[in-house]
């Protein structure tokens, strides 16, 4: 969806195997205590799997990219217009904000999709939706879309700039979700979960002297995909690979104020089915995320161990912004992945099918 245009002539990032840095390491040899702080993180993180981020995000299997857009759109003019910039493929975010592919309204015209799913995830913001099957609408400010492109899909999405006494902001995630083989040339389908019925949670902090902290300092996740600490989330639509509880598909989008902590919980089924999941995060905002001890500081993603508890802790100062993180979770497809801008397919024969339908 998002970006299908820049990358036509591009390879999606590689999809790291589910064993990929996942050996096994020891703590009992550990002589002090900063040295048993440092492995039991590496327990936690994969080792070889911190790195800097860059968009799109390298996303593991079942996963195959993930885009985190971030404008700061001016006031519209009552036609829901930005000042064009660009030559219509603008991604500088010159300015504080990028054009695309819109010409005066931002956003991704009409274009086509086939053999996967694409998930947007609205933080803030507005995009108005058409597509061939009939769907259109506007969503946004928390909302999410999700979409099985399947046999194929065209649509468009635009970022309207609809406030004209103030700015329009936009934050929000595309995130392509890969189909099984079988599931490539399903029927389309489409599912709309309302910011007023996604689950969100909120976690108590404890502060240094024992008392409640504030609910403006409390840790949050919002649960889109796969359950967490309790939240069941709305479904998928029915031929997603998330449609199937063993493949423990999860997104989740979680913000850790100053002095604010969260436990990601290792994934529900055994450990030798467990260790199959591949589960990554992605630091976003904010100066410093610790996990399990060790401290992410900057635009930062890392593999995580699913079998494991992660606690994840907010900035240890005062007074610093958030971190905001991105998890995503999934058993792998682990089928051959052809792709070419807007279509994802298994072999480059049926690639070609796709641009010759």
């Known amino acids: 969806m998002l970006l299908s245009l820049l990358l036509v002539a591009t390879a999606l990032p590689r999809a790291a195997s589910p064993d990929e840095g996942s050996a096994e390491l020891s703590c ?19 080792p070889g799997s911190r790195k800097p981020l860059h968009a799109p995000f390298e996303t593991p299997d079942p996963f195959l990219m993930a885009v985190y857009h971030k404008d ?20 500088s975010g010159q300015g504080g904000y990028s054009m695309y592919h819109g010409d005066r309204v931002p956003g991704f015209p009409q274009h086509p999709h086939r053999g996967f799913e694409t998930i947007t995830a609205t933080l803030q913001g507005y995009i108005d939706h058409t597509d ?6 506007r969503y946004g400010e928390g909302d999410l879309q999700w979409m099985t492109a399947g046999r194929g899909v065209v649509h468009g999405e635009m970022f309207p700039l609809i406030h004209t006494d103030r700015p329009n902001p936009t934050r929000f995630f595309q995130i392509w979700l890969n189909l099984p083989p079988e599931s ?15 689950p969100t949670l909120s976690i108590p902090s404890t502060a240094a002297h024992g008392s409640s902290s504030s609910s403006s300092s409390n840790a949050s996740a919002i649960v889109w995909a796969g359950p967490l600490l309790g939240a069941t989330p709305l479904g998928p639509p029915p031929d997603s690979w998330a449609a199937r509880p ?26 030798e089915e467990a260790r199959r999941i591949n589960r990554a995060l992605y ?3 904010g100066d410093e995320l610790s996990v399990g001890g060790e401290t992410l500081t900057g635009r930062t993603t890392c593999r ?11 900035p240890a100062a ?8 991105l998890v995503l979770q999934g058993r792998p497809i682990g089928a051959p992945v052809a792709q070419r801008g807007p279509f994802v397919m298994n072999t480059q024969a049926e690639i070609q099918q796709a641009y010759g339908a």
């Open 184 to 198: 490539k040339m399903a029927e389309p389908a489409f599912v709309m979960h309302w910011a007023s019925e996604i």
């Open 132 to 137: 061939s099957q009939g769907w259109s609408g």
């Open 304 to 314: 995580l161990d699913p079998t494991k508890s992660a606690l994840l802790r907010g």
């Open 283 to 285: 630091l976003l905002e």
């Open 246 to 271: 063993e493949n423990a598909v999860a997104v989740w989008f979680v913000s850790l104020p100053a002095g604010s902590s969260l436990t990601l919980p290792p994934v529900n089924i055994s450990n």
């Open 28 to 46: 009992d040899d550990a002589a002090t205590p900063e040295s048993a702080s440092a492995c039991a993180a590496a327990a936690v993180i994969l």
């Open 318 to 325: 005062a007074g610093a912004p958030p971190a905001e993180a």
């Open 72 to 91: 700061a759109y001016p006031a519209g003019d009552g036609l829901m217009q930005a000042p064009r910039r660009g030559n219509g493929a603008d991604f």
